[in-house]
Structure formats: C-alpha cells, structure tokens
C-alpha cells in the first residue's frame, strides 16, 4: 500500500520479518522494481542476507548510534567496526563443519536508560583499549566509509590518522585521537541522504 502513491522515498522497517524465504522473495522483487521506477529506499532490518540482497549501502546500530557505514560489498568484505565483524561471524555459513559452534557476541547490550562513559560495545568488545572505557568515539570517515571506533580494524584503522584535536591534545591509547583524512583534512561526518534508485539498509541486531 505505501508504493501506491508514487512516493519518492520510502523508509521499510523490517518489510521481510517473519516471512517465508517465498514471500520474503516476492516483497523484495517489488522493492527493486520501485527503485528501478526511481524510489530511493531506507530498510530497517536485523537480515544480514536481505542486506546483502538489496542494499547499496549500509548504516550498522549499536545502542541506538550509527557505528559504521560503507557500500555493502566493502563492509561485508572487510568490517572495520568490531561489532559488524561480530555481527557478520555469528551468521551460518554453508562451508562450517556441522560440529562447530555457532559464533555468538558475549554479554549484554546497554539498556537504553543507561548512561555510562565511553564506547557503549566496550564490555562486549575483544579489541577495547583503555581510551574505550572513558571516551565515545565520534563517527568520522576514510574515503566513502566511516566508523565510530577507537581501534578500528583492517585499511581504515590505518588510514585514519592521529593528530591533535581542537584542544590540542592527543593522549589516548595506542596513541589514538582525533582521527582525519591522509591528505590532513578532516573526515566528513555521515549523511543520510538516499539519492534517487538509492537503497540504504539501516542494521541492528535483536537485543542490541
């Protein structure tokens, strides 16, 4: 019913939910011919495979924050937040031995009413560093990606520079700080702005 009106953007909160792999097929054929009439697309969904689908880029939440961003075939192949690469690690895979444990991500989420300092994944994270306990990380970006993480993995960790911020300090441990682009500019924050035959896929895991 929501296409029935031409509408140029539409934002689908988790359109394939509870849905057998038939149907769920059928509402993302319906989707794509939107986007090809010119619909730009916000879905909101915990399906890393629907993501994988139909998404030209994705946003990952933890806690109700955007840690990372990127085009869907860079964050699937290298996640640079360590909560996307737990959320990509607990999903099955056909060459796993029938034997092995299924990958999961320990402990809790927040609960939405709670307030604490630093990084929120931080209790749950295998990479923390101090500076993750005490600080926040803004969401700053390499290129067309972008990561709120102190200890970002692979080619962002490294493309993301150490310099002072504006107070002039540095500190932090690893020596991270305020991060900015290889050529000295600072990283652009991430817009949400779906351009036209455009799909966003919003990501957050059930429970956190």
Known sequence: MGLMTHPQLMIADEP???????????????????RDRGLALVMITHDLGVVAQIADRVAVMYAGRIVESAAVRELFAAPAHPYTAALLGSVPRLDTPV???????????????????????????????ERCQRESPALRGAGHRAVACHVPRGWLGVAIASVADDAGSIGGAHGASRPVMPDGSLPRLL?????????????????G
């Open 16 to 34: 394939t939910t509870a849905l057998d792999v038939t149907v769920q097929a059928q509402v993302l054929d319906v989707l794509r011919e939107a």
């Open 99 to 129: 034997t092995a444990r299924l990958a999961g991500i320990e402990g809790q989420p927040p609960h939405p009413a709670e307030e604490r300092p630093g990084c929120a994944f931080a209790p749950r994270c295998p990479s923390t560093v």
């Open 191 to 207: 817009s949400l702005t779906a351009r036209a035959s455009a799909e966003l896929a919003v990501v957050e895991r059930g429970g």
